[in-house]
């Protein structure tokens, strides 16, 4: 027991006390090395078909990590170092800074230490406070090549280094008040700035084209009834019409999605002409909406839908958010108005945009995914319903190339596309339904209201209200009269990853009061998803058949293929492979043989 000076700790308990942060703190300065090389290691064990020269590769990579451990070592020990006395002496600090630095906070702190006695010490943290502004501006007004060249982890590593060295700069500046003048607490004042700009900031708005939106878009059963006559002349003949409803899951989602569209395409050609209807969530969006943006370029390349998604999911879409994220977004924290270039969202945007253009080789006239969304509102695309949700209200809103009317519950309140001004790019279409905390803010949009003024709205993640998509393509059914088209087989394609902890709930044995909450709050999305599958089910049952929901599903360990938005070459080959046995027409998968059963329709 000791006051809070720590004048009753004897000179024996303070170096007692000094050496064990000592060692503590270089054990986790080595920590980080030590982490990086074992899972290096694990990762070459596990995935050493997914490296070139994978064990020379290897080898290299721990060597290096070795001699970085070295260096560290010797400027841990400048005692051993003579070249550092010579020609580096500002390194070291003198003899009255170590006796100063090297106590604790608090003890023998009676008279008050002049400032000039920290020279080197100052002018250290000088240094380094130049330099990590340097690196921060360079890398926030870096491209996404730099970003993906460095990678995620890097990014991460490099960004402790310098912002830990900004605001140690602050402290100093706290504890020596430069301008005497003039004191302030300036850590205090830096975070009152924050609050002042996070209020008068624009806050991730979406990206919007000056051109407006088209007003004469149709509602769902009249789009229906147009399209289904450029799809048959023969109205005795039954004709199979998909709809397809993908959940979230990340890349993990994403690429499964948009693999098993890509390989049904490339088996029968017709398949894009009998889809009409997309509700897409989260990943789930970005597999579909890739897959869907695919259908008018021309390619003699038998396997093309496959080649780009493969091509496609490659690319790390992880390291320009998380480099943004890191560097560029906080520094957007001290600014009172908001920088496209600095935010992570618009650079998730950026590099699908790139890597559809890479997937596709196409020009850049010609990327659908930079191109504004109202070019899908003609009457020969699918129906497109993009799910997210209104932060402000709750409610599960859609943008789509519809015009989403008294037809579905609340049409004209989710209706995003009817309640903007303006157009906005496929991507930023798409990343309406992927903004999940952390890796992707909600995006900010100026919607027009019930009373015809114009408000702020923050979208968020689809997933949060329900993850399946199928509440919305039940909507989608109960709006169209198929009595009208009676030679019309509706099937629905549900791309799920069969959630078990929404099926097998655990039990609540700790924290009971709190665990409570929260269990009751996050379950409520899977029980909206069991609602979701009831509720399409018996519509299916009892206008046509459940055996026409497909459930495509993939039963793969995130362990094998992890929920993340950057997929190692190692994952995708198992998703390959996975894919290439869920859709052998000899499996004796029932769910792969309605498929089957559906696509004889087309022969």
Known sequence: MTDNAGYTLSTAQVNLRKNCQKRIARIFLFYPIILVAAGFSKAYLQNDQAFELSFFSWILVEMLLGLLAFFIFILCTPKRNKWIKKNAKWLLLSR?????????????????????????????????????????????????????????????????????????????????????????????????????????????PVQVFPEKIIANKENNATYFKHWITTHTNDSSKKIPVFFIAAEGGGLRTAAFTAMVLAKLQDSFPNFNRHIYAYSTVSGGSLGAQFFNSLQNISSKNPRFYTKSVQCF??????????????????????????????????????AWEEAWQSATNTSNKTNVFKLPFSNQCQSNQPALFINTVEAETGLPCIYSNLLLDTIIPLGPSRDIAARTSYSISYSSAINLSCRF???????????????????????????????????????????????????VQPYIIHFNFLNESALKPTEIHWANELSEIFNGVYHVRN?????????????????????????????ISPHQIPMNWVLSKTAINRMDQYTNELLQENISHKEMQKIFSAFSLLK
């Not at 060249?149 to 602050?170: D, P, V």
Request: aromatic content about 14%.
């Open 313 to 350: 999911f490659t690319n790390d879409f992880l390291a320009a958010t998380t480099g943004k994220l890191v560097f560029s977004e906080i520094l957007n924290y001290f600014l009172p108005f908001s920088v496209a270039r600095f935010d992570r969202s618009i650079a998730l945007e950026n």
């Open 96 to 204: 009255a800074e170590k006796y100063h630095v090297n106590k604790l906070h608090g003890i023998f702190n009676n008279s008050q230490i002049p400032v000039s006695i920290f020279k080197n010490l100052i002018r250290q943290i000088v240094i380094g406070f130049f330099i990590a502004c340097s690196l921060i501006v360079c890398l926030s007004f870096s491209s996404i090549q730099v970003y993906q060249t460095m990678g995620a982890t890097s990014l991460i590593c490099c960004s402790f280094a310098c912002w830990q060295l900004i605001y140690t700069c602050c402290i100093v500046l706290d504890k020596i008040q430069p301008i005497k003048s003039f004191q302030i607490p300036y850590s205090f004042f830096l975070l009152c700035w924050i609050c002042f700009c996070s209020y008068v900031n624009q806050d991730h």
């Open 527 to 555: 029980a909206r998803d069991l609602l979701a599958a009831a509720h399409l089910k018996k519509y299916m049952d009892t206008h046509f058949s459940s055996q026409q929901i497909i459930e495509c599903a993939l039963n």
């Open 437 to 487: 905390p952390l890796l992707s803010p909600a995006g900010m949009m100026y919607v027009k209201q019930a009373d015809g003024t114009t408000t702020r709205k923050h979208y968020i993640d689809g997933g949060y209200y329900e993850n399946t998509g199928q509440e919305t393509v039940l909507q989608i059914l109960e709006s169209i009269d198929f009595t009208k088209y009676p030679q």
